[in-house]
């Protein structure tokens, strides 16, 4: 019990403590008021939060195709919230999906889309009484996935009128654009490992 403890045990330590963010931050750290992204025509626009899903259901939050490769990986909640791009015109709606490790997030990443495809992926989720209300899985036009530590983000992005994807006969390159700039504003922080630092107050050592 004197002992300084070892670098394996802080390496253990530094796992657990990532592997458990997506139950010890709240809500509003893991899914900022607003994410920041580059427009087309330069410049710096912010994508504002409209809406947190208080679920945390792995099924409720994906599509069908999306449901039995989560659960085939042992997935253990999916975080979604929505945002509205700075003009007003596009949604996007962002799930956090946490798996027990590493390994096994890389093994659901393996079996989603590795392109702009939004099935299998996360359902859209629209808000009632918010600009987003007409935002449903028809009316998703792109998705991104990415993956790292024990957790995968998959986005999908549409449009505030909720127009259906099987009416858009040419999608507009910000939807790819959006969709691959917010991901690691949500991903890169909730996955960044901490290394243990017993001198500091949120470490017992």
Known sequence: MTRKPTQAELNRAAAIELARRWQEWPSGKIFPETLTYSADVGGDEKASRIGIDPSLSCSAGLDTKARPI?????????????????????????????FPDEASAQAARHDLPAGNSVSPGVSAYGPADTVAARFNDAARQTGSVQQSGPYVVALTVGYTDGRPAAAVTQRQTDLYDLASQLISPVLGPISKRAVPDCGQKEWRC
């Open 70 to 98: 989560a659960a085939q990986h042992g997935c253990l909640a999916l975080l979604r919230a929505t945002y509205v791009d700075q003009l007003d015109g596009l949604i996007v709606t962002i799930g956090l999906i946490a």
